[in-house]
């Protein structure tokens, strides 16, 4: 046998397998990647202070960096059909460089371009991953699904960590000396995966129109999404600046709460994907969508100890649902996966700008108190739309 035929008939060896070394080193760059997208969310009171930001101009900063969210489907469409390898291996290494450079911008202007190419890059990177994940995991792509998710809620839990150790050892401007894990991390990934592509297989049969399969998806899914992730926004962008100027908080404490409210999250990412190929994934997304929402409502009402296992609740419902969105998704668009992933982060990121300029309006209003109880009511509005989802039945326990 010659060494191309050797080759060749090694990658379709690999193709039928569950590829961990390679999937376990995407999931890497993920983990590398959004702890850097996860600084801005921490960094929010020290940039109202220095930026001199109301609450409704601090939450539109993440929204700069979510904008670029619709050019999801177009980059998702890209990976279909081209080998866009690249956007994964430099992105964190880009994200790196642009997210420590926060505390040099001198106006809110300068910071919302910068949070605007931050963006750009998240989605370059996002769109494509899954697609990659999907590649190399066999006929296991649920489970290489859990573990990159799982990846980036872990990165959410340290990000707010390693960037209050880095405020507090070199200030707001010193936070540049952070970038280089980036930058390893995507020498890591060039050496290792610049021949494993993000590309679909060819459709073996055309079946119904594209927009339309994609429509019977995301129509209902809008609506779901929208509602639901009040409460998650509202959380994930706002909680630190909740607990320092509400509650009275230091802000690393505060940013330890949200590391402990991500870190659980990653719990809820590995279990809630599984959980729902056994009772089904409309089933999941009720269940979490009630007890979060009930949470929330404790949460804003409980001082002191009690917090920690309200957070740890929190985290393990309110982020357990994005892997079972993404697997409805891959459910009922296996053809066009990349493609139906850049559609889903596009919302995704999209709902969430939405989410937080409504309840950055709120808390200018009302407080973020009132705020935070009005999220969780709205979010429980959710539950009538979710049984308008496509129906996936429970699977089978293969593979579990």
């Known amino acids: 046998m010659t060494t191309a035929a050797a080759e060749a008939a090694g990658n379709a060896k690999r193709a039928g397998t569950f590829q961990y070394g390679r999937i376990l080193l995407i999931c890497l760059g993920h983990f590398t990647h959004d702890i850097y997208s996860a600084f801005i969310a921490p960094l929010l009171p020290l940039l109202i202070d220095k930026l001199g930001l109301s609450l409704l101009m601090a939450g ?42 926060i505390g040099f911008m ?54 707010p960590l390693l960037v209050g150790f880095g405020v ?22 060039f ?40 409460a998650v926004s509202s959380l994930g962008i706002f909680m630190v600046v909740y607990l320092v100027d509400v509650r009275g908080f230091e802000l690393t404490l505060a940013g330890g709460a949200l ?11 590995l279990a809630g994907g599984t ?50 969105f993404l697997a409805l998704v891959q459910d009922q668009l296996p053809e066009n996966r990349a493609t139906a992933n850049g559609l889903f982060m596009s919302f995704a990121f999209g709902i969430r700008a939405l989410n937080v300029l409504m309840v950055g309006a709120l808390g200018d209003a009302l407080g973020l108190q009132s705020a935070f109880i009005a999220a969780a009511l709205i979010s429980l509005l959710s539950l009538p739309l979710i049984v308008t989802l496509p129906a996936t039945p429970a699977a089978k326990h293969e593979d579990l």
């Open 275 to 324: 959980l729902s190929d056994r009772i089904g994934r409309r089933k999941m997304v009720a269940g979490a969508a009630l007890i979060s929402a009930l949470l929330m409502l404790i949460f804003v009402n409980v001082e002191g100890a009690l917090l920690i296992p309200i957070l740890i609740g929190l985290g393990l419902t309110a982020l357990s649902v994005s892997p079972v």
């Open 60 to 101: 539109s900063l993440p929204v700069f960096m979510q904008a670029p969210s619709l050019l999801g489907p177009f980059i998702g469409y890209l990976a279909d059909r081209f080998t866009v390898r690249y956007l994964v291996i430099f992105a964190p290494a880009i994200t790196a460089t642009l997210a420590t450079l």
């Open 191 to 230: 050496w290792r995966l610049r021949d494993v592509s993000a590309k679909r297989a060819p459709r073996k049969n055309k079946g119904k129109p594209m927009l339309r399969r994609f429509a019977r998806v995301f129509a209902p899914l809008f609506g779901v999404m929208l509602l639901r992730n009040m």
């Open 106 to 159: 001198p106006t809110y202007g300068t910071a919302a371009l910068l949070l605007f190419c931050v963006g750009v890059n998240i989605m370059a990177f996002h769109a494509p991953a899954p697609a990659m994940i999907a590649h190399v995991s066999g006929g296991k792509v649920g489970r290489g699904m859990s573990f990159f998710m799982a990846s980036g809620e872990l990165a959410r839990s340290v990000g």
């Open 168 to 189: 507090a050892e070199w200030g707001l401007q010193g936070l540049w000396r952070l970038m280089f894990f980036g930058w390893l991390a995507s020498a890591v990934l």
């Open 259 to 269: 590391a402990l409210y991500e870190f659980s999250g990653v719990g809820g990412a």
